[in-house]
């Protein structure tokens, strides 16, 4: 019931195309979904955020849209950019366990020139 | 702001011996620090939560004697890989919450230990 599921595995997009990346929950007591990008060699970093009481949330190129009735959150990158290379983690946590995180299993992004 | 730093940023060590291995919040202070472990091409794997001034609560199957976690301040703690093995080279990544009750974590750069 903590399992974050996270698809597709890989999954490649040409320079301004738009990259969809999915997630799907089972614990309904998660309140808190952020994204996560990550670069080779690096530590992941904080994308986009999202808390449960709003259904989207956009900053810049970056969108989360979030269906509570579904357990489901994606991330939507516009304008996909070589930069944008890398792999992308969702996660999940509950405020009161401590804001432990709950990790997908990643994507692997590559946007070709 | 926010900002995370790990030490060493690479190491390497021989079989049996030990590793330390530093966070600290740089412009802010973390009640909570987690520690993480990755291999190649997988996920983020937590391996223990930190509170500064308490012990460790490490995850199922994570062996609390091999993974010695210190968490003296607000600003700093430490993983020691003790006797170490090739089995235990992998990626490891900190991360550390506000104080104040924010959600947000903030990851450390990572440091990449290899045993031989």
């Known amino acids: 019931q903590q399992q974050v599921k996270q698809s597709p595995q890989s999954l490649i997009v040409q320079k301004g195309g738009i990259s969809i990346i999915n997630c799907a929950y089972e614990?309904?007591?998660?309140?808190?979904f952020p994204w996560y990008q990550q670069f080779p060699g690096k530590g992941p970093a904080l994308l986009i955020a999202i808390r449960p009481d709003v259904s989207e949330k956009k900053e810049g190129r970056f969108t989360i849209s979030f269906n509570k009735s579904a357990k489901q959150f994606s991330l939507h990158i516009m304008d996909s950019q070589p930069g944008d290379s890398a792999t992308y983690f969702c996660a999940a946590s509950i405020e009161t366990s401590g804001s432990r995180l709950t990790f997908g299993e990643g994507t692997q992004l590559t946007v070709n020139p | 702001g926010a900002v995370v730093s790990q030490h060493p940023s690479w190491v390497i060590c021989k079989s049996g011996t030990s590793v330390k291995i530093e966070c600290r919040s740089l412009?802010?202070?973390?009640?909570?620090m987690f520690w993480y472990r990755q291999f190649p091409k997988q996920s983020l794997m937590l391996m223990a939560t930190s509170n500064e001034g308490s012990k460790a609560t490490y995850e199922q199957g994570v062996e609390k004697d091999k993974f010695l976690i210190n968490h003296a301040s607000l600003t700093l703690s430490t993983l020691t890989v003790t006797s170490a093995h090739p089995e235990d080279s992998s990626f490891y990544i900190c991360?550390?919450?506000?104080?104040?009750?924010?959600?947000?974590?903030?990851f450390g750069p990572g440091t990449r230990l290899t045993v031989t």
């Open positions: 614990n309904t007591a998660f309140d808190y």
């Open positions: 412009d802010f202070q973390a009640t909570t």
């Open positions: 991360s550390a919450g506000r104080i104040a009750g924010s959600y947000e974590q903030y």
